[in-house]
């Protein structure tokens, strides 16, 4: 059901694939909700992926850019604001990649030159895409960054391997460029901090299915999904939230508060 929170507004969704993404769904409720989209992810995946039905769905223009290449993003900042007629109003970065997760090199045995790729593709990308809109000017004033991350970045899971420290580094830049882009324009950067979801980079990751469903046991609330990511994307990007700026915010049905729960404590029970 469409509220109109977004009417009006245009914007960039980074990262969808497939119909499982987050992007994907988050595509799909923004334009519900009335803005105006262009879509963009890295050339190799729009061979692979299903983008353009998406495209056609949400009537969007479908604009390659590897976000780890400056020259790609300016590509398209200058596209993105040319056919949809103006400055922008919000962002979605929603890139995941580790080749040594890809891999499964282990982490203490990591491949740097894979390493500094997460890195990149993972976290500086958050910051190229933040330093390209901002050397553009291409973002209307009160406008909102949402950059998607894990707990990893908090606490220790071993299968995430180095994006934890990806997720580390995007969160830190979020409060960094999020001072520096508030002062200049007003503009609002954030992490959203998303349970374990089933898609394909978070399938990736080794021992997903049983950490999926403890995450799922020790939240009170079960574990958010893409859909419910995609609604929490629309407020963020919305006029109501115009004063939540370099937060990391946790949406995970509680997982980040919990330290045991009973149906944890039933299942170790008997062992
Ligand atoms: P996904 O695999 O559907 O999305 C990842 C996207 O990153 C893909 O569309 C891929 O093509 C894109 N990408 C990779 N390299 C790129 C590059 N060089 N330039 C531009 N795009 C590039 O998976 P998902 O799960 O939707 O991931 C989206 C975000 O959500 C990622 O940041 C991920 O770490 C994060 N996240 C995922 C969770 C999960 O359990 N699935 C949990 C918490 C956060």
């Not at 890195?119 to 291409?138: E, R, Y």
């Not at 406008?143 to 707990?151: E, Q």
Request: one cysteine or more; proline letters at 3%; aromatic letters at 8%.
């Amino acid at each position: 059901m469409s509220h109109h929170l977004l009417q009006g507004k245009k914007g960039i969704i980074f990262g969808a694939l497939d119909e499982r993404s987050m992007a994907w769904k988050a595509a799909q409720r923004v334009v519900e909700e009335g803005a105006s989209i262009t879509l963009t992810n890295a050339p190799i995946a729009l061979r692979m992926g299903k983008i353009n039905e998406l495209a056609k769905e949400c009537n969007a223009e479908v604009i390659p850019a590897d976000a780890t290449s400056l020259s790609d993003l300016e590509d398209l900042f200058s596209k993105s604001m040319e056919k949809l007629g103006g400055k922008l109003d919000f962002i979605l970065h929603s890139i995941g990649m580790s080749p040594n997760v890809r891999k499964n090199v282990p982490y203490t045995a990591t491949n740097y030159d894979n390493f500094q790729k997460t890195l990149d593709i993972s976290a500086l990308s958050f910051h190229k895409v933040l330093q390209t809109a901002m050397k553009l000017d291409a973002l209307n004033e009160w406008a909102s960054v949402i950059g998607l991350s894990y707990i990893a970045a908090q606490r220790t899971f071993p299968g995430y391997n180095d994006m934890a420290e990806a997720k580390a580094l995007l969160e830190s830049i979020a409060r960094s460029f999020g001072y520096h882009y508030g002062n200049k324009r007003k503009v609002r950067v954030n992490t959203v901090s998303q349970s374990p979801t089933v898609t394909t980079a978070g399938s990736g990751v080794s021992g997903f299915d049983a950490f999926f469903h403890y995450a799922d046991k020790m939240s009170p609330l079960g574990n958010a999904n893409a859909d419910d990511c995609a609604n929490f994307c629309v407020v963020l990007f919305s006029d109501l939230t115009r004063m939540v700026t370099m937060q990391n915010l946790y949406h995970d049905g509680g997982f980040s508060s919990m330290g045991v729960s009973q149906a944890i404590v039933e299942d170790m029970s008997g062992r």
